[in-house]
């Protein structure tokens, strides 16, 4: 039976969601992870994952799944039952899937101390689809603005900068269509590859390869601290590829 095509969360920085809007990006790199991935034949991936051996003494090698565009990585399973063996890792995020962005923003002052889940419940108690006022950080867009008022239960102004990864999913306003998925090493991308990441160049490093030594920077900005994940460790990485967003 054909997989039905799923939507998955995507959390973005600020400057990362304006260069989304301006059409620039239309790539972004993920760990692969038990969170970003599927072990075939496996319930849970993170119940085998500590013994899967990523390191290039048991290369995962990257191949492609039979019937489609898939990523697959083949790993060598460590200590303990079926020690040799290959399983299969896959991507979550696949062709024809779509994923939405999480991004920083802020809603109405009076619901600084509440859940982001009270902006339904009170859509609800009127009756309403869920809805609120929401403020867009990343360009300072907002939507329903209009419900902020000094008799608002909103309240009057917008209220603190939230995590994306608290942005409701009816709010996201970014869904974007994923054209394509592949595997490869993080330090494997090109040039063009990190022009289309989105990332700005450093004007220290104006040149050739200038958007890769930035993308390089961002990259440890966001992931540099985590065992094994730095850009010189040279993770595994799941690309997705989406349309550029018309401005």
């Known amino acids: 039976m054909e997989r039905e095509p799923r939507e998955h969360p995507l959390l973005m920085r600020p400057e990362l969601v304006r260069a989304t809007l301006a059409g620039r990006k239309t790539q972004t790199r993920r760990l692969v992870t038990p969170g970003t991935s599927t072990v075939v034949g496996w319930t849970s991936a993170r119940a085998i994952w500590p ?6 003494a048991h290369t995962a090698k990257l191949h492609y799944t039979k019937g489609g565009p898939l990523p697959a990585l083949v790993v060598t399973l460590g200590p303990g039952e079926h020690e040799g063996e290959n399983v299969v890792v896959v991507p979550r995020v696949r062709p024809g899937d779509a994923v939405y962005v999480r991004e920083t923003w802020q809603t109405g002052a009076a619901l600084d101390d509440e859940a982001p889940s009270m902006l339904a419940a009170w859509a609800a108690a009127a009756g309403q689809e869920p809805w609120g006022p929401i403020r867009y950080v990343a360009d300072g867009s907002t939507s329903s603005g209009q419900l902020l008022g000094p ?10 900068k939230r995590p994306g990864i608290h942005l409701p999913r009816w709010a996201c306003r970014l869904v974007l269509p994923v054209e394509s998925v592949r595997g490869e090493r993080v330090a494997a991308i090109t040039e063009d590859d990190a022009r289309a990441e989105g990332v700005e160049p450093l004007p220290e490093h104006r040149g050739t390869f200038e958007h890769y030594t930035a993308f390089h920077a961002k990259w440890d900005e966001i992931n540099g601290q985590r065992p094994g994940a730095s850009f010189d460790a040279d993770p595994w990485v799941w690309v997705y590829q989406w349309p550029a967003v018309q401005p």
């Not at 013994?51 to 290039?56: A, I, N, P, V």
């Not at 008799?151 to 102004?157: E, F, L, N, P």
């Open 51 to 56: 013994r899967l051996r990523f390191d290039r």
């Open 151 to 160: 008799a608002s239960h909103y309240g009057a102004t917008w209220g603190r």
